[in-house]
């Protein structure tokens, strides 16, 4: 089962050499974001609020 949620206009598209395809969650630590590496490999990368 995929639960994952749209990329919404403030979200980013890219982090590091990995493309964001999804948001996977968010909470108060954060969001958690499905990216892609360029090989392809799926991968979790959590955004952490600024202080």
């Known amino acids: 089962m995929e639960a ?3 990329l919404e ?3 980013p598209r ?3 050499r990995y ?3 999804a948001r996977l969650g968010a909470g108060g630590m954060g969001r ?3 990216g892609r590496s360029p ?3 799926a ?3 959590k955004a952490l609020p600024s202080r």
Do not use: N, T
Request: charged share 20%.
């Open 9 to 11: 206009a403030g979200d």
């Open 4 to 6: 994952f949620e749209a």
């Open 14 to 16: 890219q982090v590091g």
């Open 32 to 34: 958690v974001y499905l």
């Open 19 to 21: 493309r964001i395809v």
């Open 43 to 45: 991968v979790a990368v």
């Open 39 to 41: 090989g392809g490999r």
